[in-house]
């Protein structure tokens, strides 16, 4: 039940945070944070990470259905064996998951608004770069991505070993 409750706290926040930038920020608005490097931007993204995929929304919605289903049955196959770190990779992946069907599903696009814009000199050339903008659920699922690994690498090295986590 806690990683059902901690994916509808991940849902709750994205929601919240992309109703916020919505009611307060005009569209393409930046408001600074910490200077250039990281603002608060609204932005509409009618397609996937990095923009790919524009207008199919019909798209990501099956596919997001089909993906919901398959990480709850997953969530729920983890929880019962005890695989923790498992359980709460597919907990954040379920909640962004969600956040951002539901803006396809009603907008037909999603709500991005954190920014990142890195300009330091790396060996001497200027590097001057601006992240694509994300939101609450990008980052969810990025994490819960990466625990996933962190997992796997976990499981591969204990059956390595001859033991179990």
Request: glycine content about 8%; aromatic content about 14%.
């Amino acid at each position: 039940m806690y990683y059902y409750l901690l994916a509808l706290i991940v849902f709750l926040i994205d929601q919240g945070t992309k109703w916020l930038v919505v009611k307060n920020i005009p569209l393409h608005d930046s408001i600074p944070v910490i200077g250039e490097f990281f603002q608060l931007t609204s932005h509409r993204n009618r397609g996937a990470a990095f923009g790919i995929l524009q207008d199919q929304r019909w798209f990501f919605i099956l596919a997001t259905l089909i993906i919901v289903v398959g990480v709850v049955l997953y969530l729920n196959r983890t929880r019962k064996a005890g695989q923790k770190l498992m359980s709460l990779a597919l907990a954040l992946l379920l909640g962004g998951a969600v956040g951002n069907f539901l803006d396809r599903l009603l907008f037909g696009e999603v709500v991005d608004f954190l920014q990142l814009h890195f300009q330091f000199s790396f060996f001497g050339k200027a590097v001057n770069y601006i992240y694509p903008i994300f939101n609450v659920a990008d980052s969810a699922i990025v994490i819960g991505v990466i625990l996933i690994f962190i997992d796997s690498i976990i499981s591969w090295k204990n059956e390595k070993r001859g033991t179990t986590s």
